[in-house]
């Protein structure tokens, strides 16, 4: 019982520190993305303005676009990456949370306090 013990601690500090250490990476990636993403949006703000003065062509517009739409898509794969990694942290922190719990009786309703 003590080695069974003794390897749910170790495989539960193990679980803790990988989800932390994968929160702080994906944070780090979700900064560096949103600046990918405001560079893109100036650099087709800034084709569209050189655009609409007869200084490019349209195709200058669409080729910012082009890089634009994937920096954003990119972007919000890593906000979801980075937000269920953190349910896993809560969850391997010890959750707090049960399916039997008052507040979730499914997707979209919760139940008042009385009726637990």
Do not use: C, I, M
Not at 3 to 12: D, N, R
């Amino acid at each position: 019982a003590k080695l069974q013990y003794e390897q749910s601690v170790t495989s539960a500090f193990a679980e803790v520190s990988s989800a932390l250490v994968a929160h702080e990476k994906l944070g780090e990636a979700e900064r560096l993305q949103v600046k990918t993403v405001a560079a893109d949006e100036s650099a087709v703000r800034l084709s569209n303005e050189r655009y609409l003065a007869g200084l490019a062509s349209y195709l200058d517009v669409l080729q910012a676009q082009q890089q634009l739409y994937p920096a954003e898509q990119l972007l919000a794969l890593t906000r979801f990456t980075r937000l269920a990694n953190f349910v896993s942290l809560y969850k391997a922190l010890g959750g707090g949370w049960q399916v039997s719990d008052w507040s979730w009786s499914g997707p979209g309703t919760v139940t008042p306090a009385s009726t637990k």
